[in-house]
Nanobody, 122 residues
């Protein structure tokens, strides 16, 4: 069974940090570009970061640039999203996605995780 499983979400105070993990089973991630999306209540899903399959190049939405870092560990078949300096507006369900493509340009997700809730609140 091919699946992605996110973990690491939770409740954190503004200014805090969380690290999300996206683990693949049934396939290896090294041939896939991986992206993190999020969706807040009443808002459209937003792609916040992506990492390519070959060079490991990354990109970020302006809303998270400088605060979030995406990385991949192909040996562990896992992609991470380190989130620092969290803000109230980062509250959302976070999803990881895999696309069978080398680069993030024109990203179209083929596999999706079930999501993990991140709540930033004082």
């Amino acid at each position: 069974q091919l699946q992605l499983v996110e973990s690491g979400g939770g409740l954190v105070q503004p200014g805090g940090s969380l690290r999300l993990s996206c683990a693949a089973s049934g396939f290896t991630l090294d041939s896939f570009a991986i992206a993190w999306f999020r969706q807040a209540p009443g808002k459209e899903r937003e792609r916040i970061s992506c990492i390519s399959s070959t060079t490991g190049s990354t990109n970020y939405a302006d809303s998270v640039k400088g605060r979030f870092t995406i990385s991949r560990d192909n040996a562990k078949n896992t992609v991470y999203l380190q989130m620092n300096s969290l803000k109230l507006e980062d509250t959302a369900i976070y999803y990881c996605s895999a696309a069978l493509m080398r680069y993030c340009s024109g990203y179209v997700g083929a596999f999706w995780g079930q999501g993990t809730q991140v709540t930033v609140s004082s």
